[in-house]
């Protein structure tokens, strides 16, 4: 059974689409990334999962139990970061940081706060109102993960911190996998989803418009070619008409840097035929290929907006 | 499956007391202040009369919201009442009944600590609960409060006469559902309402005009039909002086738990503005 399952979630604000029929399930120990620009709904689906708000459609199922708006299903096992964390000003981050943990029955996390606190050196008995916004942001990390939950919501978790700290918290968030917890990972940073997670699922509009393996969605943006030519040879003029696909970054007088989509071999053949020097792959990193993955998507927005399932590799 | 049982978030409500304490605390010692000020003053003759020339010559419905008829010399209980009617030591009440559910329940939504209390094993209903008991018992408690003050009075002067505490327990538990009834209708506000200043100044104006209501309704004959719409006609001085007034405490009771009880259905369906 997933620890983590959402079945066609849908919540509108009114005549605004939140999310629509947006589903995934993730398994124990799995870190997977949930990729979507600003209003796309990724918290929107975040406070659902924690029944936060009440969504309009769908269910969803959080360490097998059903999940009901407002009942606190299954709290005492989920760490969850919002968004945006705002402790009570006045109170010391360790006084406000244990009564969160105290909720439920007794504050059993002391020891594991002082030692996360040591290991992101956040001086946690200073008021939360004096806390610079990386400092919250680390209480941040420690309300999530002190009370060493099985299932992990977190929403921008290295937002605001530097990046030395961001590492360490990349660190919690991998050695929480590896004991078995679940980390559902929200984020618009491409790279530190690439470098945790597994799998990932972009959201579009309040629509899930693909979840994949990071590889996959990798390998389906453009993929790039640096053709350098041998001496005093000219980069020749790229017949897009018989190449397509292919589109020219940049063009100087012995380097072609092209982007293609599908098998090299056309393009290859093509090279091929003239004096080249050598020949270079640049990686495209998540980022490029989310992108342009949104590039694609706005210039195909009217059918994305009458489908809502997303193309699914496990 | 079976459905995990949320423990009750005891730590929230001691944390919510606690943030309570120090307003409740200033407040009661006011009320307290206040009762002990009033039996100075109308302990004795003299200055009781002076007291109440000086009432005479104001607008008659300042008379009326301190005890009206019944402020007359040597009606010591009477005189004694109107450190449990001044509006001083209404407006303190109604400080505490708007501030309490408003800051615990709109403020925190607002504050945005809501949405991590209630991302951990507290259930919004759960939540509500606190409020509302730290709400009611505070204001009972303001009440006992107000009580002891005349209790602390009646053994600092002497009044020539027995001051009967019996009636003025009375007066303290039908006013402390009275402030009840207003910290339910707070309840109701922070309840339905998004926004503190909203639920605030809504509270605040009901509970004002319910105030005027009673004060215009007992002065002028032709609004009288109004006295029952209003929550200061169920603490009627006359009834309690005969004993227990069971069915004006029937009414604020019922008007606790309804207020209370919609209010945290409506809480309980909303989503909060997080």
């Known amino acids: 059974?997933?620890?983590?399952?959402?079945?066609?979630?849908?919540?509108?604000?009114?005549?605004?689409?939140?999310?629509?029929?947006?589903?995934?399930?993730?398994?124990?120990?799995?870190?997977?990334?949930?990729?979507?620009?600003?209003?796309?709904?990724?918290?929107?689906?975040?406070?659902?999962?924690?029944?936060?708000?009440?969504?309009?459609?769908?269910?969803?199922?959080?360490?097998?139990?059903?999940?009901?708006?407002?009942?606190?299903?299954?709290?005492?096992?989920?760490?969850?970061?919002?968004?945006?964390?705002?402790?009570?000003?006045?109170?010391?981050?360790?006084?406000?940081?244990?009564?969160?943990?105290?909720?439920?029955?007794?504050?059993?996390?002391?020891?594991?706060?002082?030692?996360?606190?040591?290991?992101?050196?956040?001086?946690?008995?200073?008021?939360?109102?004096?806390?610079?916004?990386?400092?919250r942001q680390k209480a941040a990390v420690i309300y999530a993960f002190q009370h060493q939950p099985e299932l992990l919501i977190l929403d921008e978790p290295t937002s605001g911190l530097d990046p030395l700290v961001r590492q360490t918290v990349l660190d919690l968030i991998r050695e929480a996998a590896r004991e078995g917890a679940t980390v559902l990972l929200s984020s618009h940073d491409l790279g530190e989803v690439g470098a945790v997670c597994g799998r990932a699922a972009i959201l579009r509009a309040g629509r899930l418009v693909e979840m994949a393996p990071i590889s996959k969605i990798v390998q389906r943006s453009e993929r790039r070619l640096k053709v350098w030519f041998a001496d005093g040879a000219l980069a020749p003029q790229v017949p897009l008409g018989q190449l397509p696909g292919v589109r020219v970054i940049e063009q100087q007088p012995g380097l072609l840097h092209l982007a293609y989509q599908g098998a090299c071999e056309t393009v290859l053949r093509w090279v091929a035929q003239f004096p080249v020097d050598r020949i270079a792959t640049p990686q495209t990193s998540l980022e490029e290929a989310f992108i342009e993955y949104y590039k694609t998507a706005s210039a195909t927005a009217p059918a994305a907006q009458t489908d809502s399932t997303p193309k699914v590799d496990q | 499956m079976m459905r995990h049982r949320v423990p009750f978030p005891f730590a929230l409500l001691r944390f919510w007391g606690g943030r309570l304490l120090p307003m409740w605390a200033f407040i009661g010692l006011v009320i307290f202040l206040v009762q002990i000020a009033v039996c100075a003053i109308v302990h004795d003759n003299e200055s009781v009369r002076t007291f109440l020339k000086f009432l005479d010559v104001l607008p008659p419905f300042i008379k009326t919201a301190l005890g009206g008829e019944m402020l007359q010399a040597g009606n010591v209980p009477g005189l004694i009442l109107i450190g449990?009617?001044?509006?001083?030591?209404?407006?303190?009440?109604?400080?505490?009944?708007?501030?309490?559910?408003?800051?615990?329940?709109?403020g925190e939504v607002q504050k945005g600590a809501m949405e991590l209390i209630l991302s951990r094993p507290a259930?919004?209903?759960?939540?509500?609960?606190?409020?509302?008991?730290?709400?009611?018992?505070?204001?009972?408690?303001?009440?006992?409060?107000m009580f002891l003050g005349t209790v602390a009075a009646t053994r600092l002067y002497d009044f020539g006469q027995p001051i009967p505490l019996d009636l003025f327990f009375r007066i303290a538990v039908n006013g402390g559902l009275v402030a009840g009834a207003a910290g339910a209708i707070a309840l109701l506000a922070a309840g339905v309402l998004a926004g503190r200043n909203r639920a605030v100044g809504v509270t605040v104006a009901v509970l004002v005009l319910d105030y005027f209501a009673w004060i215009v309704a007992q002065w002028w004959p032709r609004l009288s039909f109004l006295k029952p719409a209003t929550l200061f006609y169920y603490s009627s001085g006359a009834k309690l002086a005969r004993g227990w007034p069971l069915e004006n405490m029937g009414v604020l009771l019922l008007i606790i738990l309804a207020a209370s009880i919609i209010g945290g259905v409506v809480w309980q369906r909303r989503d909060l503005p997080l």
Not at chain 1, 1 to 28: H, N, Q
Not at chain 1, 38 to 57: E, F
């Open chain 2, 84 to 106: 449990y009617q001044h509006p001083l030591v209404l407006f303190l009440f109604l400080l505490f009944a708007v501030g309490a559910p408003t800051t615990l329940l709109t």
């Open chain 1, 1 to 135: 059974m997933a620890t983590l399952e959402v079945r066609s979630l849908t919540k509108w604000y009114g005549p605004v689409c939140g999310i629509e029929g947006v589903s995934f399930a993730l398994d124990r120990g799995e870190i997977f990334g949930y990729l979507g620009p600003n209003g796309s709904g990724k918290t929107t689906t975040l406070r659902c999962i924690m029944g936060l708000i009440r969504p309009d459609g769908g269910q969803v199922f959080a360490l097998g139990e059903r999940v009901v708006a407002g009942r606190a299903t299954q709290h005492d096992r989920i760490g969850y970061l919002p968004g945006e964390f705002r402790l009570w000003p006045g109170f010391r981050a360790r006084r406000s940081l244990g009564v969160l943990a105290s909720l439920g029955g007794g504050d059993r996390a002391q020891p594991r706060r002082g030692q996360l606190a040591e290991r992101l050196e956040l001086n946690l008995d200073r008021p939360v109102g004096e806390l610079s916004k990386g400092n």
């Open chain 2, 123 to 145: 259930t919004k209903t759960q939540v509500y609960v606190c409020a509302s008991l730290l709400t009611m018992a505070g204001m009972f408690a303001l009440v006992l409060v």
